[in-house]
């Protein structure tokens, strides 16, 4: 004969099943609120303040690059354990690329610090490294830390963000400055960036080179992953065209590379939202500035950090340019770990923003060698 329950017992039955009810609702309340979770951790609670900011970087001090062609200092040189993409010796280039990174910054201040090693180690591994290696074949890779916004600084414009996204211009600024002045010294170079690093990017191409003598000495500037109004460029820098094929100098390329159909979320761009402006959109797989789409049969491949050891994947991604979007309606499965796929969540299905270098990889290492080529084979512009 069972023994009846005691009161102790129902009552700890009563807790237990109150408190897998209570796991359960605020689970489901995480995955409904998901994206606003996530935005609300990313917000600072204060305003902009001048006289908090983070150490400004010195240039003079490798430290303050995630990566120089000295030694083969940094993740860019890491790429070259591909077999199938082997790096050039820096020595041996004939150009420079400057490279800006995207956000790795996720903390709760206005700007990121440039001396906190977890937040290097990061931007060393998921941008440098899969990023700005695409240019170790034609170019000696320099890619400056700085003290990055807060990603809601783009994507939620406020007088606060636009301060911060001031002190990260500033060290960009000097960053390509110092790079001008101690290491290029009057070679060629490709402008490359990503995301944040993109919106700054375009910022320095409009302030320090169209217009002036340094934009005879650009190779092309790669200005992925945020958007660019076609009417803005032709306005502010009507020296530096939009790049409509495969091998034109001294213009520019862009692509925002999205699935069918994608509607845009709460941590997106405001120049990707519905009714902007035309956008650059240069397909990754013609490089050309036209909206003749391009099967995945022309992806040379793609190239992921998750594949250990990074593997080549051919025929990974189509691409077809849609009024001012990469619209990728052929794509393999990305290999993502589980921040990435965090990401990708918040972010929203259909949003390739993450992997905008990654899915065109190959071709975009081979395009930089044949805009370089092609540099080299111009006669010198008239002093």
Not at 216 to 225: E, H, N, S, T
Request: with cysteine; charged share 20%.
């Amino acid at each position: 004969m069972r023994r009846p329950y005691s009161k102790r017992r129902r009552l700890g039955l009563t807790l237990g099943l109150g408190l897998g009810l209570l796991v359960l609702l605020a689970s489901g309340l995480i995955v409904m609120f998901f994206v606003e979770l996530v935005e609300l951790a990313m917000t600072p609670r204060r305003p902009f303040d001048a006289a908090a900011v983070p150490r400004a970087p010195d240039y003079a001090d490798a430290a303050a690059w995630s990566s120089l062609p000295a030694g083969n200092h940094g993740p860019a040189a890491a790429m070259a354990a591909l077999a199938e993409l082997p790096a050039t010796d820096p020595a041996a280039t004939a150009a420079d690329v400057f490279y800006v990174h995207p956000t790795t910054y996720i903390g709760g201040n206005w700007n990121g610090p440039v001396d906190d090693p977890s937040l290097n180690r990061a931007t060393d591994m998921v941008a440098t490294r899969i990023q700005a290696s695409a240019f170790n074949s034609c170019c000696a890779v320099y890619a400056p830390r700085y003290r990055q916004s807060n990603g809601t600084a783009i994507t939620h414009p406020s007088p606060s963000g636009q301060a911060a996204l001031a002190l990260a211009y500033g060290d960009v600024r000097a960053a390509f400055q110092f790079f001008l002045a101690t290491y290029s010294r009057g070679r060629p170079f490709i402008l490359a960036a990503h995301s944040q690093g993109s919106f700054l990017l375009r910022r320095l191409l409009v302030e320090e080179v169209a217009g002036r003598p340094l934009r005879d000495r650009l190779i092309a500037a790669y200005v992925i992953g945020t958007p660019v109004a076609r009417q803005a460029l032709a306005k502010e820098a009507p020296d530096l065209p939009v790049c409509a094929t495969p091998t034109q100098t001294r213009c520019v390329i862009s692509w925002n590379a999205r699935g069918p159909g994608f509607k845009s979320g709460r941590l997106e761009f405001p120049g990707m939202r519905e009714g902007e402006a035309l956008r650059v959109c240069v397909n990754p797989l013609s490089f050309r500035d036209d909206e003749v789409p391009v099967s995945a049969e022309q992806n040379e491949g793609a190239v992921f950090l998750e594949n250990q050891p990074p593997l080549r994947l051919v025929r990974f991604a189509s691409a077809a340019c849609h009024k001012g979007t990469l619209v990728v309606s052929e794509l393999g499965q990305p290999p993502r770990d589980f921040m990435s796929r965090l990401l990708d969540r918040a972010l929203g299905p259909g949003n390739y923003h993450p992997i905008e270098y990654q899915m065109y990889f190959v071709n975009l290492r081979h395009n930089a060698e044949a805009r370089v080529a092609a540099y080299k084979s111009q006669p010198a512009p008239a002093p």
